[in-house]
């Protein structure tokens, strides 16, 4: 089975920019999660999509945002970046029915506004 | 708020000996789910092993076991038999249950970067 692939690999935007991330999850796989990860913050929880549906969300703004489509692949968007969105986006994706589920994540998107 | 701990920054070990990372934490939730993640230099993280907080036997992956400590809210990884390969960020994560709000909702502790010297 071919892994989590995610698009693009590096990404360079200046501030007041909007940018689109893609994620395709394991053949199968229903759930795709999102992350961010900074130096300073670590890993933190984007939001979670299953079914094209948002059940779960992390405490980020509104200009984080996300969707899935039939196909299961999701997309996060960031409109107006900040130089403090400068991070790695991690993605994941599991089948989406137990808690216990092992997480399969991306390489990520290395996301840089300057 | 749930909060995770590691509080060993780095970490250095010769290759063949045994390692042992800490993490602690703190949560309400009387059942959830832990996990050691690795992230190597490639960046994809990868799952090393998991626990659930109602089982009381630890967890063993081949040279990987952790000790789960309910109690004292501690659940650290023993690395055995250290290879060159095990170099690589390690966190431990948690799903803290909360119902169905929790689908693929991990929290992190900061990591701790693990080498291995030959």
């Known amino acids: 089975k071919a892994g989590v692939t995610q698009t693009p690999r590096y990404l360079i935007k200046t501030r007041g920019q909007q940018v689109t991330l893609s994620c395709s999850p394991i053949?199968?796989?229903?759930?795709v999660s999102w992350y961010q990860q900074t130096p300073g913050q670590g890993l933190q929880f984007l939001f979670e999509?299953?079914?094209?549906?948002?059940?779960n969300k992390g405490n980020f703004p509104g200009r984080f945002s996300g969707r899935q489509f039939s196909n299961s692949r999701s997309e996060m968007n960031v409109s107006t970046l900040e130089l403090g969105d400068s991070a790695l986006y991690l993605c994941?994706?599991?089948?989406?029915?137990?808690?216990?589920?092992?997480?399969?994540f991306g390489s990520g998107t290395q996301l840089s506004v300057l | 708020a749930q909060t995770v701990t590691q509080s060993q920054p780095e970490m250095s070990v010769q290759e063949a000996e045994t390692v042992t990372l800490s993490c602690t934490y703190d949560t309400s939730e009387s059942n959830y789910y832990l996990f050691w993640y690795k992230q190597p230099p490639s960046r994809q993280m990868i799952l090393v092993i998991r626990?659930?907080?109602?089982?009381?036997q630890n967890a063993t992956e081949n040279r990987f076991s952790v000790n789960f400590q309910k109690a004292a809210k501690s659940f650290s990884l023993k690395i055995s038999d250290s290879q060159l390969g095990d170099t690589a960020m390690y966190f431990c994560?948690?799903?803290f249950g909360a119902g169905g709000t929790s689908y693929g909702k991990l929290t992190f502790g900061q990591g701790t970067i693990l080498t291995v010297h030959p």
């Open positions: 994560a948690f799903n």
């Open positions: 999509y299953f079914s094209e549906t948002q059940r």
């Open positions: 053949s199968g796989h229903r759930s």
């Open positions: 626990q659930e907080a109602y089982k009381q």
């Open positions: 994941a994706s599991t089948p989406g029915w137990d808690l216990n589920e092992k997480l399969f």
